[in-house]
C-alpha cells in the first residue's frame, strides 16, 4: 500500500500563490505517475495536472495552464504543485494522487490507485 498526505493549503487573496506538497510513504517504490485533482463544493472531482514517473512529461487542464506547475522529487517520494496567479475559481479541496503503472498521460481519476485525504484551497477576492 502506499499513503498520500498532502500539504501547503491555505488562504489566500486573489493573484497570491501556495505550494502544494504531497508526501507518499509506504510501498514508494512502486509508484509512478502522479497528479494532483481537487473539488469544489457541489461540483465533481476534475483533473488538475499529471507528471510522469521520470519527470520528463506533464500535463495540465486547460483552467490552470499556465499558472500551475507540478513537480517531483523522486529522492523524497514527493510532488509539489505550484499555484500562481490564483483565482476564487480555484477554491476547492486538492487531492494527490498516485499509480503503479507508468501512463504518458493520465487525467481521469481511474487511472490512479492511490488518494490522499486533500487540502483544502481557499482564493478570496
Known amino acids: 500500500q502506499v499513503q498520500l498526505v498532502e500539504s501547503g493549503g491555505g488562504l489566500v487573496q486573489a493573484g497570491g500563490s501556495l505550494r502544494l506538497s504531497c508526501a507518499a510513504s509506504?510501498?514508494?517504490?512502486?509508484?509512478?505517475?502522479m497528479g494532483w485533482f481537487r473539488q469544489a463544493p457541489g461540483k465533481e472531482r476534475e483533473f488538475v495536472a499529471f507528471?510522469?514517473?521520470?519527470?520528463?512529461?506533464?500535463y495540465y487542464a486547460d483552467s490552470v495552464k499556465g499558472r500551475f506547475t507540478i513537480s517531483r522529487d523522486n529522492a523524497k517520494n514527493t510532488v509539489y504543485l505550484q499555484m500562481n496567479s490564483l483565482k476564487p475559481e480555484d477554491t476547492a479541496v486538492y487531492y494527490c494522487?498516485?499509480?503503479?503503472?507508468?501512463?504518458?498521460?493520465?487525467?481521469?481519476?481511474?487511472?490512479?490507485?492511490?488518494w490522499g485525504q486533500g487540502t483544502q484551497v481557499t482564493v478570496s477576492s
Open positions: 509506504g510501498r514508494t517504490f512502486s509508484v509512478r505517475t
Open positions: 507528471i510522469s514517473s521520470s519527470g520528463g512529461i506533464t
Open positions: 494522487a498516485a499509480t503503479g503503472t507508468s501512463y504518458n498521460t493520465a487525467n481521469t481519476a481511474r487511472a490512479y490507485s492511490y
